[in-house]
C-alpha cells in the first residue's frame, strides 16, 4: 500500500551585523578585530537559540520481531507507506520521517512534524486521527474489491495524548494485510507511528505496539 516530500538557512545579516558594527566602531577609534570579537558576542547573546529537532525511534524501540528491525536514515517529506489512509489529505507542512524493515514480511515507518502552535498542532492530530477512522470505508469506496475493516484500540496516557487504530485489508485475490497506527502529540509537534504485515488482526503485537506508540512521544523531545 503505497506517499511524498522541506529546507531552510540564514547568515549573511551576520556578516552584514558585524560589518556595519566594525566600520561605525572603528570611526570611534576602536580596533577592527576588537569591535568584531565585541558585535560577534553581542549577536550570539541575543540571537533566539533555534529549537532542537524532534529525535525519532531507534530500530530496537519498535515492536520485537524474529530477524530484527534496521532502520532507515531520517529523510525530508511525508512517506508514502502511509498515503493509503492518509494521502492528499494530510495539511502542507515540513515533514520528516524514518522507515524501518525487517527481513520477512513486517514494516514500519515514524513521520514527524512541527507546527507553528499547540493549537495547530492539536488541529493536525485530530485530522490526522478523523482520516484514519474513515480510512477503511474509503478504501472499499476507491477499491471495490477490496473489504477494509478499522478498529480502535484507545488512547494513551502521554504528554498531550495518542491515539492507537487498526486495519485490516482482504482483496477478492486472497491478500490480506494488517496495519496498526497512532497518532501522538507534544505541544505543537505531532507523529504518527505505523506498522503493518501480512495476516489480521489475530497477528498484530498490540501491546508492544502501544508501547513503541507511547515511546515515540515521549522521545521526541
Keep these: 500500500m503505497p ?51 524532534p529525535r525519532f525511534l531507534a530500530a530496537s524501540e519498535l515492536p520485537p520481531h524474529p530477524t ?3 532502520a532507515g536514515p531520517v529523510t525530508d517529506g511525508f512517506p508514502e507507506q502511509l498515503a493509503y ?9 515540513d515533514y520528516r520521517h524514518r522507515l524501518f524493515h525487517t527481513e520477512l514480511d513486517t514494516s514500519a515507518v515514524q513521520v514527524t512534524v512541527v507546527t507553528g502552535s499547540a493549537a495547530k498542532g ?3 492530530a485530530d485530522r490526522l486521527n478523523k482520516e484514519i477512522r474513515t480510512c477503511a ?15 480502535f484500540f ?4 502521554v504528554e498531550e495524548g495518542a491515539t492507537v487504530h487498526g486495519l485490516h485489508t482482504e482483496t477478492s485475490y486472497g491478500a490480506t ?12 509537534t505531532v507523529t504518527v507511528v505505523g506498522w503493518g504485515r501480512m495476516g489480521d488482526f489475530d497477528d498484530v503485537p498490540l501491546a508492544a505496539f502501544k508501547k513503541t506508540a507511547k515511546k515515540a512521544v515521549t522521545k521526541l523531545y
Excluded at 85 to 93: F, I, R, S, T
Excluded at 154 to 157: E, F, K, R
Design 68 to 70: 530484527g528491525w534496521t
Design 154 to 157: 484507545g488512547t494513551l496516557p
Design 122 to 124: 492539536k488541529a493536525l
Design 3 to 53: 506517499v511524498r516530500t522541506r529546507a531552510a538557512a540564514l547568515a549573511a545579516l551576520t556578516a552584514t551585523a558585524l560589518a556595519v558594527g566594525a566600520a561605525a566602531t572603528t570611526q570611534a577609534g576602536a580596533a577592527p578585530g576588537e569591535t568584531v570579537q565585541k558585535n560577534a558576542a553581542a549577536n550570539s547573546a541575543s540571537a533566539p537559540k533555534k529549537a532542537a529537532a
Design 177 to 188: 494485510d494488517v496495519n496498526l497506527l497512532s497518532v501522538g502529540r507534544d505541544g505543537r
Design 85 to 93: 489512509c492518509l494521502g492528499e489529505a494530510v495539511p502542507a507542512y
Design 137 to 151: 470505508a474509503r478504501l472499499e469506496r476507491l477499491y471495490p474489491e477490496t473489504e477494509a475493516e478499522g478498529r
